[in-house]
């Protein structure tokens, strides 16, 4: 989604205020990114501007008060450093999640970072992703991000909207750590977060055909349920019903998953519907619901020691004695 030239220039006065010269930026409008290049070696930083995201905001914004509130936080977080990752892996606390990606944005952005070493990612078990697949949009890869908040100042004030700068290639060598240590990290945080949000008993909401929706809405819904599918294994509909077949997912946007049943017909047609009139409809007018897939998963349970990734990799998750979950 591509932002209007009026809000740009308006960004690109707001991040001069904050030392940040024109030059230094790089917009692309098909994408809606803009990339600002400061400093140099070990002290620079490649920053990652959603900027159609902050053209959304701006555009809600009830007065001129809180369109100027928006620039000046947008400012701090893009020009001051706000948002970058820190200097440290410790400094990022619970802040260091995983997310998912269209296979088809991280070839976009590995091209853009080619000259600062690329954004470290792989597969949804820690496989690579294989060239043909980096481009294929269906496709879903795994990266790391430090989330942003900054929230309203008081009553009336407007907020940032969350952002999630995400780990480049420098940023795991100024850590001293490799990508898959990284990602352990970010894997604890999310298991923290995911016991920290609702319930058990209220992590889905489920429609009268059986299909559930995931409950968590905090733009990692998608994240968990793919990276921890055991939270998908153990969905349970609150009619009692019993479904039979494998579980068929659909990780349709950051804050929506949908699941059913192979063999349940109406969950099936609930989750298409669903799919392909409502959120992908929605996407370009809500970041939250980004859309990620348009095809289904299946999980399936394998027999430990598949090829495609290694055991010690924190993707890599049981599903029992000598097996393993995977997607299909």
């Keep these: 989604m591509a932002a209007g030239a009026a809000f740009v220039e308006a960004l690109h006065e707001a991040l001069s205020r904050a030392g940040v010269r024109k030059e230094q930026c ?10 600002i290049n400061t400093g140099v070696g070990s002290e620079g930083a490649t920053r990652m501007v959603p900027v159609a995201m ?5 555009a809600s914004c009830a007065d001129d008060g809180q369109r100027s509130e928006l620039l000046e936080a947008a400012a701090e977080a893009f020009g001051q450093g706000a948002a970058d990752v820190p200097r440290t892996l410790e400094a990022c606390g619970l802040r260091l999640l995983p997310q998912l990606w269209p296979a088809s944005k991280i070839a ?27 481009g294929a949009a269906e496709e879903l890869g795994v990266v790391l991000v430090c989330e942003y908040a900054r929230p309203a100042a008081g009553p009336g004030r407007v907020a940032l909207p969350v952002t999630e700068t995400p780990v480049l290639a420098g940023d795991l060598g100024r850590w001293g750590v490799s990508f898959t240590e990284a990602m352990a990290r970010a894997m604890e945080n999310l298991r923290s977060r995911t016991k920290d949000g609702p319930p058990p008993e209220g992590r889905w909401e489920h429609h009268a055909s059986g299909c559930g929706q995931s409950a968590w809405q905090d ?31 659909a990780f349709a946007a950051r804050s929506c998953v949908l699941a059913t049943m192979s063999k349940n017909a109406l969950g099936l047609c609930f989750l298409g519907d669903t799919l392909h009139t409502k959120i992908a409809a929605d996407a370009g007018a809500l970041s939250s619901h980004q ?21 010690e990799h924190p993707l890599n998750q049981k599903a029992g004695e000598g097996f393993v979950w995977r997607w299909a």
């Design 291 to 311: 859309l990620l897939s348009k095809t289904p998963y299946r999980l399936l349970k394998m027999r430990d020691g598949a090829p495609g990734a290694s055991a």
């Design 219 to 249: 733009g990692f819904d998608a994240a968990r349920c793919a990276l921890l599918p055991a939270l998908v294994a153990r969905r349970k509909r609150p009619d009692g019903v019993p479904d039979a077949g494998g579980h068929v997912v």
């Design 108 to 134: 976009s952005v590995q091209l853009s970072l080619a000259e600062v070493g690329g954004l470290p990612h792989c597969g949804l078990c820690g496989e690579e992703l294989a060239s043909g697949q980096a």
């Design 26 to 35: 790089d917009y692309d409008d098909a994408r809606g990114v803009m990339l």
């Design 54 to 58: 902050l053209a959304a905001q701006h």
